[in-house]
Structures are given as structure tokens and as C-alpha cells.
């Protein structure tokens, strides 16, 4: 079956949502929101683990204070049994401390963690509004020595997700790619979310594609079903990071029979990458 992840937000009350909703084979990813801060991430991250789920915290460059609140992070995930994280810049406006961008962050959890640490770094299949597709391209060639995979901003459109793969191909990017795809939600809430956490690149693309944000956008709700079928038909990507906005009432199949493991050969858009 396909790898998929499911990208939850830490709100209150999250893990019992989740332990009646999610089976216990699916991988979570756990967001790091400027107002939230790391503490809720690593809060719930170490509540899901006990409950017996595989969980990927995401720690936000910009929201640290320091090399010693990272150490901090990193022994707390090895008490709970957690062996991989999620890297981004954060979207914070200003440094909380030293790390401005998840390339700072990248060498830092490696040196704490010995390498022993897997670290998950973003992707941009549409590009990003502050930055240039060249600067993107390296920082990802810099990046991989020390990553374990590249997850895609949320995006909407299969052969954009299967070009951008194909490009980082080209250009030396071996990483496994996993492709961030929007859950099963109400569409004014996608569109309102998808712009609160940074993804509003990937909703405004669809303006400039009328027939397919007819497809997509049309109607009270939104359904994945499409896109996924599209992604897994073709062996380009290497699976399915699910953007769930915690609606858990209509999760795909190929959440319900998800695998921890994402290949043999290996948390969201973020202003600073």
C-alpha cells in the first residue's frame, strides 16, 4: 500500500480525536504553529507516541530560543521513542533566537543527535513567493546530505507534484519525496486554512487553472480521492503526506492502510526554508 502520513494541528483534546479516528499503523506528522510554539507540539507528539503511534514532530527554526531548548527537543523525542522530525523555517517574523532557517536547524539536530536523528525538509512544487526557484533548488542540494526526506507543500495538481519530482531528479535530489495533499474538508475551511499556514501559494494556483479548481473546489466540500489516484498511479513520488486540518471523518484508503515505512531508501509551507 502506498506510504501516507497524516499531518494533524496539536489542538486541545487532538490524541482522543485521533485514537477514535486514526488506526494505529498510520504515521503523524504534528505542526508547529508560531501561536502554538514547541512546547503543544512536543506535548502531543509524547502523548501519541505512548498510545502506540509512529509521530513526527515538526520544530520551527524561528521559534527556538536556543542550541540548549533544541537539545532539549531532541532528548525528549529519544525518551519517547521518537526517531525522526520535521525541519522548517517557521513562520514566525522574527528569530525567537540563533536559528533563522531550517538549514541552520538542519546541521544543529544533526550534531545534538549524532546523525541519528531522520529529519524531514520541505519542498515547493509551485515555487514560493519569497524566494527564488534557483535558491530553493540549492538549498535542497545543500539540505540532503543531512535529510532523510522532502515533503511537498500543499498542492493540487498531480503532473505539478510529478514534474517538481522529476526536476529534483535531474538535478541530483535523490531524496524520497512524499506529496502534500489536502484531506477530505469543507471548502471554505480549505481555503481559509490553507491561506492561515502559509499554503495560499497552492490555492491562488488554482485561479489561473479554472478547470481544475472547478474539479477540486467545487461544491461544499473537497475530496483528495482524484489527486491520490492520480499520484500513486505513476512510481514518481514516494508517497502521501496528508494535510487532515484534523477533519478525520472521511480519510482516504490509503490512510486506513498506511505504513510507517516510507522506502527502502530512506510536519507545510513555511516562509523561511
Do not use: W
Not at 545543500?142 to 510529478?162: D, G, R
Not at 481544475?212 to 466540500?221: I, P, T, V, Y
Amino acid at each position: 500500500m502506498f506510504p501516507t502520513r497524516l499531518e494533524i494541528i496539536p489542538s486541545e483534546g487532538i490524541a482522543e480525536k485521533i485514537q477514535a479516528a486514526v488506526p494505529l499503523t498510520t504515521t503523524l506528522t504534528i505542526t508547529c504553529l508560531p501561536h502554538h510554539g514547541t512546547g503543544r507540539t512536543m506535548r502531543t507528539a509524547a502523548q501519541l507516541s505512548s498510545l502506540g503511534y509512529t509521530v513526527v514532530p515538526h520544530i520551527a527554526a524561528r521559534s527556538l530560543a536556543g542550541r540548549s531548548q533544541l537539545a532539549g527537543i531532541i532528548r525528549e523525542c529519544g525518551g519517547s521513542g521518537i526517531s525522526e522530525v520535521f525541519a522548517v523555517g517557521g513562520d514566525a517574523p522574527q528569530p525567537a533566537g540563533p536559528f533563522a532557517n531550517g538549514g541552520e536547524l538542519l546541521r544543529e539536530i544533526a550534531d545534538i543527535s549524532g546523525g541519528q536523528m531522520a529529519v524531514g525538509i520541505a519542498g515547493y512544487p509551485e515555487g514560493h513567493a519569497g524566494i527564488g526557484p534557483l535558491q530553493l533548488l540549492e538549498s535542497l542540494l545543500a539540505k540532503q546530505e543531512l535529510a532523510s526526506n522532502v515533503v511537498t507543500q500543499m498542492c493540487f495538481s498531480a503532473e505539478s507534484i510529478h514534474s517538481y519530482t522529476a526536476m529534483l531528479r535531474r538535478e541530483g535530489v535523490t531524496l524520497p519525496v512524499l506529496a502534500g495533499v489536502a484531506g477530505a474538508v469543507q471548502r471554505t475551511r480549505l481555503i481559509a486554512l490553507a491561506t492561515k499556514i502559509g499554503v495560499g501559494t497552492s490555492v491562488r494556483f488554482l485561479s489561473g487553472k479554472r478547470p481544475l479548481a472547478r474539479r477540486l473546489l467545487s461544491g461544499e466540500r473537497y475530496s483528495p480521492g482524484t489527486l491520490i489516484n492520480e499520484l500513486t498511479a505513476q512510481p514518481v513520488v514516494d508517497g502521501i503526506h496528508l494535510y487532515s486540518f484534523n477533519c478525520f471523518d472521511e480519510l482516504p484508503g490509503t490512510v486506513a492502510a498506511s505504513s510507517t515505512e516510507l522506502s527502502a531508501t530512506t510536519s507545510h509551507g513555511n516562509t523561511h526554508v
